[in-house]
């Protein structure tokens, strides 16, 4: 039985420039052959049991020759395989897809192509350059700045230069002093506004602004490197004052998001939205308990608690799974009354059709054991952590308030990329680490090893993590309540009012 390939177009960069269906089908591929500029985050989509192939070509350095790419898409259909082939930008445009699918043809491959959303107009974008404007043009030009090994350029400058049009080149770093030259010999105004954009649409995005005359020794004075993009026109005149993407609170700082991989995605979005480089280092993930027969059998006697208490998301998705393994519902909790330390766990429980019925104004263990104390009379049923805090059941003894505390999850501390990590801490090159959670300062700090964390600043949900962080030598900030929202202000400020970097 033949497998299918699947052309799929990763965007230029930012990872909220993948589209749906491309995602979709990244999700569903049992191999991925992937390239050098795919970003990390969407890499991190291809499913754990998959197949990956890196293929990292880079300029003029093509580890794995393009006949050998053809060749390994065409074998892994041919096991009856879900290939996607995961291309930066668009694969069709400069991208080789078209070479690549000819192979497939002859060998009658089913095949799609996912359009990606190319570089050629993101990049610009990204640097405030519009690619056309009625003011200044009427049409944009895209052309490789990028010839095949050994041989010269072949663009026709005059014809381009008649056009009149803005002049995107790709791939043509290495040849910009070639490309100016040829603009200039044909006729462009040497004072026609230029830009060159490098590593466009991440947070390690640079643009350059000069003319058409100045811009080689400007991307040679600045070092400029591969991957970057050259725009020729008058539309590069409104970069200034059209540069949204700089003018992101957090563009460029490196924050470092410990949650674990199930609830990372929403802090790490929101943090990418505001222009943070996100490194995602999950280390550590919950794992229910089972076969819980403590579990079941405070859910078979549910009639005997006032209160079902969830310090967490993961006791929530516990307690669902035990009751999907039961073939049971909603209904197994009769009429007990549900607390949730935070809003958080709170969305958890909607996500379920369920309410909390009391959060505590300020999210923590302590909290929410004196909130119960205060309003429980009867007994009270706590799902939460294998290793929790002491403080929710000292409120509860204070209070006089009776409570069965059982474990419904374990933490686990994982390691992977731990290498890099270290790497980075090392260099001094992390600017922030968010700790959600006692726990993560915990696995961050068994997973990274003995640093002097002192050139970091540890970004924490509440004082207990703060304070489990100050043990191991992290300085600290604390957001003013304990929700992401929160977390992320804090970070904000503390970006604005240190200039950490």
């Known amino acids: 039985m033949k497998g299918m390939v699947t052309l799929v177009g990763a965007g230029p960069g930012d990872p909220g420039l993948l589209t749906v269906k491309g995602r979709e089908a990244l999700e569903r591929a049992q191999v991925v052959v992937y390239d050098r500029l795919v970003s990390p985050a969407i890499l991190a989509l291809m499913p754990e049991g998959a197949e990956q192939i890196n ?8 580890p794995v020759p393009q006949e050998q790419i053809n060749q390994i898409l065409l074998d892994k259909a041919l096991e009856g395989k879900r290939v996607v082939r995961l291309k930066g930008g668009d694969p069709f445009l400069f991208g080789r897809g078209g070479e690549e699918l000819e192979l497939l043809v002859q060998h009658g491959i089913p095949f799609e192509e996912v ?3 190319t570089s050629a107009i993101a990049v610009p974008a990204y640097g405030g350059i ?11 030009h895209i052309i490789t700045g990028h010839a095949r090994a050994g041989k010269a350029l072949d663009i026709d400058f005059e014809a381009l230069v008649r056009t009149g049009g803005t002049l995107v080149f790709l791939m043509g770093v290495t040849s910009l002093p070639e490309l100016c030259a040829g603009l200039l010999s044909a006729g462009m105004d040497p004072d026609t506004p230029a830009a060159i954009v490098e590593r466009g649409t991440t947070p390690a995005q640079r643009r350059i602004s000069g003319t058409v005359s100045t811009l080689t020794a400007l991307a040679a004075e600045h070092r ?3 991957p970057a993009i050259s725009i020729f026109g008058p539309v590069c005149a409104l970069a200034e004052s059209f540069d949204w993407f700089d003018a992101l609170p957090l563009k460029g700082r490196r924050v470092v998001v410990t949650r674990p991989r199930e609830r990372s995605g929403t802090l790490a979005g929101r943090l990418r939205a505001l222009g943070a480089d996100v ?22 006697g549910m009639d005997a608690y006032e209160y079902l208490a969830f ?4 006791g929530v998705e516990a307690l669902w799974a035990m009751l999907e393994r039961q073939g049971r519902d909603v209904r197994a909790l009769g009429s007990v009354k549900l607390a949730a330390i935070g809003p958080g766990t709170d969305r958890a429980l909607r996500a379920h059709g369920l ?19 205060e309003r429980a009379g009867g007994r009270v049923l706590l799902l939460r952590a294998e290793i929790a805090s002491q403080d929710l059941t000292a409120a509860l003894e204070r209070g006089g308030i009776p409570y069965d505390d059982i474990p419904c999850y374990a933490t686990v501390y994982e390691s992977a990329h731990a290498g890099a990590l270290r790497a980075m801490a090392q260099a001094g090159e992390l600017d922030l680490v968010t700790f959600t959670s006692a726990s993560t300062v915990k696995g961050f700090v068994s997973s990274v090893g003995e640093l ?15 304070a489990e962080a100050a043990k191991h030598g992290i300085p600290t900030v604390v957001a003013e309540e304990a929700t992401i929202g929160a977390m992320i202000n804090c970070i904000i400020k503390e970006v604005q009012s240190h200039g950490t970097h």
Not at 279 to 300: G, H, K, L, N, S
């Open 452 to 466: 002097d964390f002192s050139s970091l600043t540890g970004v924490c949900i509440g004082a207990q993590t703060a």
């Open 224 to 226: 400029v490197e591969s």
């Open 115 to 117: 359009p990606g959303i």
């Open 279 to 300: 490194f995602e280092y999950p280390c550590i993930r919950t794992q229910p308990i089972w076969p819980c027969p403590e579990m079941e059998r405070a859910v078979d």
């Open 55 to 62: 293929v990292g070509k880079e300029a003029s350095h093509h």
């Open 130 to 140: 519009p690619v056309t404007h009625r003011d200044f043009t009427s049409s944009r």
């Open 355 to 373: 309410r909390a019925d009391y959060i505590p104004e300020v999210y923590d263990a302590a909290h929410l054991g004196a909130g119960l104390a």
């Open 311 to 314: 310090t967490s998301p993961a």
